[in-house]
């Protein structure tokens, strides 16, 4: 389920090989003095009964990189790549991203910093 600034996704387990989990991924926009507009995420949940919490912030300009930073923390409490928050309904990602986008009122076409993409840990 999406709506602006949240993305539940969750399974209960009873399709072959698919983990039971729940999890939550939560995002605004914050500002940060020194590096800019950031986009902060908190994830939450629990997968196969663990549960877990996990906070990280994308630099404006690879915000849009999102899914790979929500997978690997996924991927980090238990729940493989391919059972991930966000890839499973690629409509609901693409909402999510649009709403990215308006929340950081950016445009396609703008330049990425490099040096973002190493402080975000890509």
């Not at 950031?38 to 690879?62: A, C, N, Q, V």
């Amino acid at each position: 389920m999406f709506e602006p600034g949240h993305l539940h996704r969750s399974s209960t387990g009873g399709m072959p090989g698919i983990p039971e989990f729940s999890v939550d991924v939560r995002y605004d926009v914050r500002n940060d003095p020194a590096e800019g507009a950031m986009l902060h995420f908190r994830m939450t949940g629990e997968i196969e009964g663990k549960p877990f919490e996990d906070e990280f912030e994308l630099h404006r300009d690879t915000a849009f990189n999102f899914a790979s930073s929500i997978t690997r923390i996924a991927g980090k409490h238990g729940l493989h790549p391919n059972f991930g928050p966000v890839l499973r309904n690629h409509k609901e990602y693409d909402l999510m991203f649009e709403d990215i986008r308006n929340k950081l009122k950016a445009v396609p076409g703008e330049p990425v910093n490099l040096d973002h993409l190493l402080k975000d840990g890509f």
